[in-house]
Structures are given as structure tokens and as C-alpha cells.
């Protein structure tokens, strides 16, 4: 089936292809207020062909950031953001915002002081150069709290002009920690068993429906496996993506993989550039630590093509619902097959990064191949002054966040 690179409808909207950008946390919007440069990156993708560009990692309270250039939606963004899907409609594409919330893993203070909350009581390697080592668990206020932060951060999502939201449930953020039996230890509604630890992440996806009515898309970033023993497995994850599929409330899965705060490189595979991302780590002691412990705490994963295929595949198999391939996916050849496999939708985020205009160039023939080679620099890239593929050469100029 080669119509990948044709027009396609996902949920309510009419796309101009099967290729969607994936939400690569792009470092433009200093202390959570979006810019300029995030504006053009996301018009360049919508010019270059995709479907539908994600803006990535949009925190939908303060407190849900996991440091401080997040962004975040409040009056100084919003102008912004609506500026950024007229320009991205007006290229012929289409906008999503990812919307996410941090749970533990986070070097931030809420507003009142407070520091991070998960599900349960954890400790949080990644606060410990912010002075908070630990995370105590979220009540029932909090959790009611989470819910409509969902819902506010997707009504004003919408108005301000995106054509879809990202709900993430994936990666190790608040909603994969309620849903990972490895962070979830609570006995309550939220937690004991795995359906109490799936009502959380299903009551956001009902209220981010219910805030952007049908008119809207809503997607689900979920995780195929956590990537540790004692985490969220396969099983599990076909379960929770049936619950989903039976809500309505999802027009399209994008099963990913991987925590953050253990297993960041089983997300993306490849390349391990330590050096490079101690030098971005803000402070001192995050510095040092990254240098002299990355090698050994932070595992590496062998990049291959299409890697959570064969995962992505049982979860085909499961389903009805309209579902995306992700994960290494850099050439035709691979982009094609997963519509052979019945993948609804492939997504990318390195191989956009490197070759924005990959769509127009595949579809006219003239590219088989993006030129990323999962070196993974663009991850350090993102906190050194915006995302960008090293492949470019140097950076034009210095920019500081
Ligand atoms: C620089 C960079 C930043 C990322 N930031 C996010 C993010 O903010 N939210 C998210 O869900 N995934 C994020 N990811 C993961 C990607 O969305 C995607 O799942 C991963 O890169 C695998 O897809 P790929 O092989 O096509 O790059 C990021 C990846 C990269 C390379």
C-alpha cells in the first residue's frame, strides 16, 4: 500500500498525509513562554508535507513541568501558540498539542511551594540537584486537580486554534506512573489492581473529550512496555489500549515505549551522547553526576529500523481502532510496510527533525532514506538553545533559554 504520502482523515479532520510529526521537545519557549522559533519550525514541517505537526511537551498546570522552559499555556503563549496554527494551516498542515504533566519526575516547585507528587511516595534521582530528592503521593484533591488541568489545558488548546490534542500517557510522566505497577503502590480508586491503576489516564481522556467536543481529534501517547523489570509489559499494555479503544474517546493510539527517569533511551535507541548532555544540564551537580554516572545508569539500546514494531504488531492484532506506527522509522521502504501491516498512521520525530521536507522529497520520489543516523544529539541540541539535527552543521548563532 503506498499511499502514505496521499491524503487521509484522522477522527474529524482531513489530513494532506499519513505522516505525522511525533512531539520532539523542541527548547523554544524560554521559561514556558512559546517563541518565534517554535512558531517557524512547526510551519516548515507543515510546508514540508506532514499531516499533522505536534507541538511537543505542553504542561497543562506549573506544577506538571519537569523544569522550567516547558511550556506552558498561559496568556503570554496563547498569542503565540495562535499564531503558530495559522501559519501551520495556511501551509496546508495541521497542528497537535501534546499536553503532559510530570508527576515526580521533576526538578520543580508548584506555585504554593509544594514539590513534586506522583502516585505514590518515590524517590527522584532527577530532583536531587533541585533539593528534592523525594516525592510524596498525590490525594484525592491533587488527582481531581490533574483531571481538569487536562480538560482547562485542552479547551484552550482548541481555542487558540489546534486541530487536535496529544494526551500522554507514556514515558514515565504522571499518567504512565499511574499506570506502571512500579510507581503506582496506592490501594485505593487510583491504584491496587490494573484496572484501579487505568482510572486515572481514562478519566483525562474522557474530560479532554468532553472539553474538545467531536469537531477535534484527541490522540494517546501510550507505552508498549516500560522497558524494566517490574514495569508496565506488553500484556497490560493491550488491555489498557482495548479499555481506550471501548472509551470512544481516542481517535488514534501511538504506541510508544520507554520511562524517563529509567529507561530514557529505550524511547529512541542509538547514539548515547553523554558529553553533550552533561554540558546542557543547567546546574553543577546535575553536570558532574551526568558525566560521571550516565554510562553506567543510563542503559543503551541498539538502534534498528522500526524498532517497536514487532510490539506495535500485537497491538494491531488487538485492535480496531485507528492506530500509528512509531519508533525508527526513517525510510520509505519501512513507512510503507507499516501500511501494509495496518498501521493508520506512521509517526516521526528524528527523521523530521533531519529532513523537515522528507514528505514532499518521498512522495516526489527523490529521497528513500532520511540521513538520520540516531546519533542522538539533538536530545543534548534541545537544552543548548532549540532542537535541531547536528547534521546541519554548526549552530547559526547562540541563543540562550
Ligand atoms: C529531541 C527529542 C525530544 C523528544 N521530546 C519528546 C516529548 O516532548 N514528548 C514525547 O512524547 N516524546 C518526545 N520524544 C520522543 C519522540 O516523540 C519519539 O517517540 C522518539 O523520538 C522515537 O521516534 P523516532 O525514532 O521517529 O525519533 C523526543 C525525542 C527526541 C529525539
New binding site residues.
Given amino acids: 500500500m503506498n499511499d502514505v504520502f496521499g491524503p487521509a482523515t484522522l477522527g474529524p479532520l482531513a489530513l494532506s498525509s499519513r505522516v505525522i510529526k511525533?512531539?520532539?521537545?523542541?527548547?523554544m519557549s524560554p521559561h514556558g513562554v512559546a517563541s518565534a522559533e517554535l512558531v517557524q519550525l512547526h510551519e516548515r514541517l507543515a510546508r514540508g508535507g506532514v499531516g499533522l505537526t505536534?507541538v511537543?511537551?505542553c504542561a497543562v498546570d506549573p506544577r506538571g513541568r519537569t523544569f522550567p522552559h516547558?511550556l506552558l499555556l498561559d496568556e503570554r503563549s496563547m498569542p503565540v501558540l495562535s499564531e503558530l496554527t495559522r501559519r501551520v494551516h495556511d501551509a496546508g498542515g495541521k497542528a497537535s498539542l501534546?499536553l503532559?504533566h510530570a508527576g515526580f519526575f521533576s526538578k520543580m516547585r508548584g506555585p504554593d511551594g509544594r514539590g513534586p507528587r506522583g502516585p505514590s511516595f518515590a524517590f527522584n534521582a532527577y530532583g536531587v540537584s533541585a533539593g528534592l530528592p523525594f516525592a510524596r503521593a498525590m490525594d484525592d484533591a491533587d488527582i481531581d486537580g490533574v483531571i481538569e488541568a487536562f480538560g482547562r489545558a485542552a479547551d484552550k488548546a482548541v481555542q487558540i486554534g489546534f486541530d487536535a490534542v496529544?494526551v500522554?500517557l507514556?514515558?514515565g510522566?504522571l499518567l504512565s506512573q499511574f499506570l506502571s505497577p512500579a510507581t503506582n503502590r496506592r490501594n485505593d480508586r487510583w491504584g491496587g489492581d490494573a484496572e484501579r491503576r487505568r482510572a486515572l489516564p481514562l478519566a483525562v481522556l474522557a474530560r479532554v473529550r468532553r472539553a474538545v467536543g467531536r469537531d477535534h481529534a484527541v490522540l494517546a501517547?501510550t507505552n508498549l512496555a516500560d522497558g524494566f523489570a517490574g514495569g508496565l509489559e506488553l500484556d497490560e499494555a493491550v488491555e489498557i489500549a482495548r479499555v481506550i479503544e471501548a472509551s470512544g474517546d481516542v481517535d488514534l493510539l501511538?504506541p510508544?515505549g520507554?520511562f524517563t527517569s529509567k529507561t530514557p533511551f529505550f524511547?529512541?535507541?542509538?547514539g548515547l551522547p553523554l558529553t553533550k548532555m552533561a554540558a546542557a544540564q543547567s546546574d553543577v551537580i546535575a553536570r558532574v553526576s551526568m558525566r560521571a554516572l550516565g554510562g553506567i545508569i543510563i542503559d543503551r539500546y541498539d538502534?534498528e529500523e522500526a524498532?517497536?514494531r514487532p510490539l506495535a504488531l500485537r497491538l494491531r492484532g488487538a485492535l480496531h481502532m485507528p492506530l500509528a506506527l512509531?519508533?525508527?522509522?526513517?525510510s520509505r521502504r519501512e513507512m510503507v510496510r507499516a501500511r501494509e501491516d495496518g498501521f493508520d498512521f506512521v509517526?516521526?520525530?528524528?527523521?523530521?527533525?533531519a529532513d523537515p521536507d522528507l514528505v514532499v522529497r518521498m512522495r516526489a520520489g527523490t529521497l528513500e532514506r532520511s540521513r538520520?543516523d540516531?546519533c542522538?544529539e539533538?536530545?543534548a541540541?534541545?537544552d543548548l538553545g532549540g532542537?535541531r539535527c547536528v547534521l546541519d552543521g554548526p549552530r547559526p548563532s547562540t541563543r540562550s533559554t
Fill in positions: 511525533a512531539a520532539t521537545y523542541e527548547g505536534t511537543a511537551y516547558q501534546q503532559g496529544e500522554h507514556g514515558h510522566y501517547k501511538v510508544s520507554g524511547l529512541l535507541r542509538g538502534f524498532f517497536f512509531l519508533g525508527g522509522l526513517v509517526v516521526l520525530g528524528r527523521a523530521l527533525l538520520c540516531a542522538n539533538c536530545v541540541e534541545m532542537v
